[in-house]
């Protein structure tokens, strides 16, 4: 299975922006990139997932590098709500589950 | 709110005993997974089924099994419990058979199941 590497944490302050960065150099051409986060005491929550190109949502941009082994979820203005856990998660070759890693635990500071 | 339903919210019982986790999924999705979140092992995906019919199984413990009713509601059932068992437990529903492809996932709040 293709296997994503994400920094153990990062900090940030309110109202910045905040670039969450993922590697993937093993991706595979139908692989989707995958972010979900988990805030405290919480489920996990979809952020937003692309393919190729990068993508925009209410919530965050992720940025796609052309050979997409690597991609970076951007936050425009983080908020004290924002401080989570977050996933950067691949397409497992079964299709069947997100296979969750480590993920990158953001603290946001007022 | 994700829209899907756990129940219940904690849970407290002895080792050796027997539970009963209920998930129901966001209405009109087919799919329900069940991932198990502890301390030191992260998330961990355990089992999925899709429209009734198990569809995938992860690291599950033979102890433990679950089952999607007509209604697409399902059940984790965990038995002869232990200590390590104590975790979180969250279910996922998605609309499609596959959710790792170009669909997203809705996760519930989860169970916490503290064994003692």
């Known amino acids: 299975d293709a296997k994503t590497t994400q920094p153990n944490s990062m900090e940030s302050n309110e109202e910045e922006p905040v670039h969450l960065p993922c590697n993937h150099s093993?991706?595979?051409?139908?692989?989707?990139i995958h972010w979900y986060r988990q805030l405290p005491s919480q489920g996990p929550e979809y952020v937003i997932h692309g393919l190729t190109s990068n993508v925009n949502n209410r919530m965050a941009s992720l940025a796609i590098a052309e050979d997409r082994k690597s991609s970076t979820l951007i936050l425009h203005r983080a908020t004290l709500r924002d401080a989570a856990v977050y996933y950067c998660?691949?397409?497992?070759?079964?299709?069947?589950?997100?296979?969750f890693g480590g993920g990158t635990r953001l603290m946001v500071k007022p | 709110d994700s829209g899907v339903t756990q129940t219940p919210k904690h849970l407290i019982t002895a080792t050796g005993q027997r539970v009963t986790l209920r998930c129901s999924p966001r209405?009109?999705?087919?799919?329900v997974y069940w991932y198990q979140q502890s301390l030191d092992q992260g998330l961990q995906f355990l089992i999925q089924y899709y429209n009734g019919e198990e569809r995938a199984k992860g690291n599950i413990l033979e102890r433990f099994s679950a089952q999607q009713f007509p209604d697409l509601h399902s059940e984790l059932n965990l038995s002869s419990l232990e200590l390590g068992d104590s975790a979180l437990y969250f279910c996922?529903?998605?609309?499609?058979?596959?959710?790792?492809?170009?669909?997203?996932?809705?996760f519930g709040q989860g169970t916490r199941l503290t064994v003692v």
């Open positions: 998660i691949l397409n497992n070759n079964a299709g069947n589950m997100l296979t």
């Open positions: 093993t991706i595979s051409g139908t692989d989707y």
């Open positions: 996922a529903s998605s609309v499609a058979p596959r959710q790792a492809m170009n669909t997203e996932a809705f």
């Open positions: 209405s009109g999705d087919l799919s």
